[in-house]
């Protein structure tokens, strides 16, 4: 049963700081790895896509590595400001189709201060 | 529409009353899933609807739960005589893509 893990649960860093989100799991059969972000009674909003034969994906100030083999995926997140202060979840989809649900770790609560 | 569009977005009821919360994926979209986020929890994936295909029910935690979803668009999440630890956020999402788009989710607490 494939199991994600994000570390650490919580961080607060200053305004500016780069920072990097840990994510792994237990099954490297991935389909793909997705990020996402939470806010506060908010839904997900999804931040980067990577398929299982990418390497990483780029949007802006983030950057998601993904290193299958061994069960691992970074979010790094690049001068980091007030407005990033979220949750961010990690989600592999397993199998070798499109079709199966996302498994979810439980997230890293991202605090930026000004 | 433009989004997902869940209702109610909270809901109080008492234990043991049955609930029915809906979700309303965006127009097109072929996949649509049900999640249940309970507090200091991840996502905990309860069903998922692909086309005409037969649901993958394998994520509800109980014969209380049932869904459906009817003409490939509107689903509903249906849950019998509720118990308090029925008490959590819950979330739909459709896609059409690898990409998926979230609702804002229904907040339910059981009294």
């Known amino acids: 049963k494939q199991e994600v893990t994000q570390i650490p649960a919580a961080l607060s860093v200053p305004e500016g700081e780069n920072l990097v989100l840990n994510c792994s799991f237990t099954?490297?059969?991935?389909?793909?790895l997705q990020w996402f972000r939470q806010d506060p009674g908010k839904g997900l909003t999804s931040l980067l896509l990577?398929?299982?034969?990418?390497r990483e994906q780029t949007s802006g100030r983030l950057n998601a590595s993904l290193d299958k083999s061994s069960g691992r995926s970074t979010l790094y997140i690049a001068a980091s400001q007030p407005g990033d202060s979220a949750t961010y979840l990690c989600a592999v989809r397993g199998g070798n189709q499109a079709g199966t649900a996302l498994i979810f770790g439980k997230g890293t609560t991202l605090s930026v201060s000004s | 529409g433009a989004g997902v569009s869940q209702s109610p977005s909270n809901k109080v009821t008492e234990k043991g009353k049955d609930v029915e919360l809906r979700c309303d994926p965006i127009s097109g979209h072929t996949a649509l899933y049900w999640y249940r986020q309970s507090l200091g929890q991840g996502l905990e994936f309860l069903i998922y609807?692909?086309?005409?295909?037969?649901?993958?029910k394998s994520g509800l935690p109980s014969d209380r739960f049932s869904a459906e979803r009817t003409g490939g668009s509107v689903s509903t999440l249906t849950i019998q005589r509720t118990q308090q630890e029925d008490s959590a956020v819950y979330l739909c999402?459709?896609?059409?893509?690898?990409?998926?788009?979230f609702g804002s989710g229904t907040r339910l607490t059981v009294v």
């Open positions: 609807f692909q086309g005409n295909s037969a649901p993958d």
């Open positions: 990577i398929q299982s034969s990418q």
């Open positions: 099954d490297s059969a991935i389909y793909n």
């Open positions: 999402a459709s896609s059409l893509t690898p990409l998926y788009t």
